[in-house]
Structure formats: structure tokens, C-alpha cells
């Protein structure tokens, strides 16, 4: 990889190692044979892949140290998913870690909810979160999947849509509301009965899941509450994971900009590179700052990661991540949209990430209602 946008400055000792780390294994062993092998999966993982990433501790990072993991925090999960970005990683590690295993650490302690910890840690088992329902475009708060105790547990019925990471899961993190009208977060494990799991692939070749549930009678109950807790609870869940996908969409931006910049100083127009134009050389500086700048906001953000900064940082990056996969498509001409030729992945990937946790638009209006004080 060529690293002038690989921006490392300003990380700690242990941060700096992390991200040493996973441009090493990067650049060593991971590939377009590797990339292309777990995009074929059924489940677009390859497992020994993700068997790699768990003893590397990549799986581990953000699980508590009581739970068989490292006790790394946000801010250190998003310096690996900035490389993860930058080396066009299509392993759920972002969607496994940041946003359902962060989750579940999140929850109060029970027997179950320890042992699938420490199976994350592992890389024993993946887990899953699926936030949204049906015409509900990234709202968590409109739940209509219902739940109902029974003399083994709970029933659930109902769907959930787009679940990124889902396919090949083995377990499924749901919202649903009670019989007595609160709302509870649910476990349900992949082989349980009246469980349809309807897989698709994303615009860039990974792959994500719709849920069906008709009829689940052994779904697990983790934690109950009122709106306002559960809701906390998802929401919280949902900055992180804006925060690390936008992370990981820095490292992405950042590599596809190297791309470009090796691209036009060796495409000749006239007898000489177009990269000697100095609109050219204007383009590539205004693409190299937008970057930095959002580099610098997600270690911001990663650092405190409220809901007005999370908020902030995905409408940022939602903007600039169209921006540079314009920018590389007009610099690069129609080569550039070819499924052959490198930059053509990078772009796939940017305009999927503009969209995938929300899209600037609705960023923005969170972020405008937080900033107003009226509910989101």
C-alpha cells in the first residue's frame, strides 16, 4: 500500500503497534484472491479468514478484558477499522464487533450473554444486530416485532430488514416490544425454528440479511426496560458503530485517493502526465485535506463519542465519501467504473458507505434536532 494518506501521527504507543500490525498483515497476506474468496462465500466470510482476525485479537478489541477479551476502547477499534478501510476488508469485523458485540457487552451480565462474549473474543461464533425494521429507513425507535413469554421463553413475530454482517451469523441481537408494552432485546440463535434468513448482497459485493420471525418460540430474553432505556441503549450502540463504519470509510477515502494520484501522474495526455496540470494538483490537494479533516473528526468523535458527534461524523463522511468516489471516477474516466481495474472496488465501496448507517441527510437532521433540543 502506499501510505501518504496513511496519516499514523498523533496515535499512542499501543495504537500505533495496532495499526503497524494490520498494515503488515495487510499488505502480506490479504489480497484480491483472499478479498474474492470470502465475497463468493454463501456467507461472505471466509472462516478461516475470520480464524486469522481472531488471532491477530482484531475479534477481541472491543470485548471486556472480563469477558475474554482486550478492554480496548472505541477510539482504539477505530484505528484497526481505518487500516480494515484502507485494505478493502470484506469481513464483517466492523458490523460483528463495533456494533452488536459493543452491544451485547453493554447489557447486564447474565450466564448467556458471557458465553457469547467470550465465543466473539474467540472467533468461535459470530453475532449480529439487526437495528431496523420495514419501512422504517433507519429509525431504531419504530419497533413492531412482538414478543411473548411462553412456558420455555419467548415467542417473537415479525422482521427486521437490512442486518449488515448478518449472513453466516449464528446469533441475531432483535428489539421487540412485550405484552406489557415495554421493549426487550432478544437473542435468537440461528437454527431456531421459524427463523427465515433471507441473504443479499450490498452494492459492493459484501454480503447483509433480512430477518423473518413467524413464530419463534426459544428466543432469548437479555434485558427489558422502558422506550426510553432500550432506545438509549440502541442508540448508543448505532454512534459507535456510525463512528467505526466511518472510520474504516477514512481508510477507504485514503486509498483511493493514493490510486488516483499514482493513476494521473503516469496517464499522459499531449506528451505529458495530466497530474502536471495545476487543476489537476487542485483537485487532489482539496480530496488529500477533506480526508484529514475527516480523519481528524472521527479520533474526535472516537474519543467522546456523544450522539451530536457521532451524528456530526457520519454526516461528514456520508458527503465526503461521494465526493472521492466522484472525484476518482472523473480522474480516472471510464476505466475507473470497470470491474477489472482497482479503483472500481474502491468507488463500489464509497458509495455504499455514503448510505449503509444513514445517509447525510439523515445526519444532518439528527444532528440539527440534538443541537435544538427536540427529540430525535
Not at 468461535?124 to 444486530?129: E, G, N, T, Y
Not at 459507535?240 to 503516469?266: K, N, P, S, W
Not at 482497482?342 to 463500489?348: A, D, E, L, M
Request: net charge negative; aromatic share 6%; hydrophobic share 45%.
Amino acid at each position: 500500500m502506499n501510505n501518504i494518506t496513511n496519516t499514523t501521527t498523533g496515535l499512542n504507543d499501543d495504537q500505533q503497534m495496532l495499526a503497524d500490525s494490520a498494515i503488515r498483515y495487510l499488505e502480506r497476506g490479504y489480497a484480491d484472491a483472499q478479498r474474492i474468496a470470502s465475497t463468493a462465500h454463501i456467507h461472505g466470510c471466509d472462516p478461516a479468514r475470520w480464524a486469522e482476525f481472531a488471532e491477530l485479537g482484531w475479534l477481541a478489541l472491543a470485548i471486556p478484558e472480563e469477558s475474554g477479551g482486550l478492554g480496548g476502547s472505541l477510539a482504539d477499534f477505530c484505528v484497526l477499522a481505518e487500516q480494515l478501510g484502507r485494505g478493502l476488508v470484506v469481513e464483517p469485523v466492523v458490523a460483528g464487533a463495533a456494533l452488536a458485540g459493543m452491544l451485547l457487552a453493554d447489557l447486564p451480565p447474565g450466564a448467556l450473554q458471557g458465553s457469547w462474549l467470550a465465543d466473539l473474543a474467540s472467533g468461535a461464533k459470530r453475532l449480529a444486530f439487526a437495528p431496523w425494521e420495514q419501512q422504517a429507513r433507519h429509525q431504531p425507535a419504530a419497533v413492531a416485532m412482538r414478543a411473548d413469554a411462553n412456558e420455555g421463553g419467548w415467542s417473537l413475530q415479525g422482521g427486521k430488514s437490512l442486518a449488515p454482517g448478518a449472513a453466516g451469523a449464528d446469533g441475531f441481537l432483535l428489539a421487540a416490544r412485550t405484552g406489557g408494552g415495554t421493549l426487550g432485546l432478544f437473542l435468537v440463535e440461528r437454527q431456531a425454528r421459524g427463523l427465515q434468513v433471507d441473504a443479499c448482497a450490498l452494492y459492493d459485493g459484501r454480503h447483509a440479511c433480512a430477518l423473518r420471525l413467524e413464530g419463534v418460540t426459544d428466543a432469548s430474553l437479555l434485558h427489558e426496560g422502558s422506550d426510553d432505556e432500550i432506545l438509549q441503549i440502541i442508540n448508543h450502540a448505532l454512534d459507535r458503530v456510525t463512528i467505526a463504519h466511518a472510520a474504516e470509510t477514512v481508510g477507504t477515502m485514503a486509498q483511493a485517493l493514493d490510486i488516483t494520484r499514482d493513476y494521473v501522474g503516469t496517464r499522459k495526455q499531449f506528451g505529458r502526465a495530466i497530474a502536471t496540470n495545476q487543476v489537476i494538483q487542485h483537485r487532489l490537494v482539496d480530496l488529500f485535506v477533506e480526508i484529514e479533516e475527516a480523519r481528524s473528526l472521527v479520533r474526535a468523535a472516537s474519543s467522546a463519542p456523544t450522539p451530536r458527534m457521532a451524528a456530526a461524523c457520519g454526516a461528514y463522511i456520508s458527503q465526503a465519501a461521494r465526493h472521492v468516489w466522484e472525484e476518482s471516477i472523473q480522474l480516472h474516466g471510464a476505466i475507473g467504473m470497470t470491474e477489472e481495474y482497482t479503483i472500481g472496488r474502491y468507488v463500489r465501496r464509497l458509495a455504499l458507505a455514503a448510505s449503509l448507517y444513514g445517509d447525510s441527510h439523515h445526519h444532518l437532521s439528527r444532528l440539527a434536532a440534538i443541537s435544538l433540543g427536540e427529540p430525535v
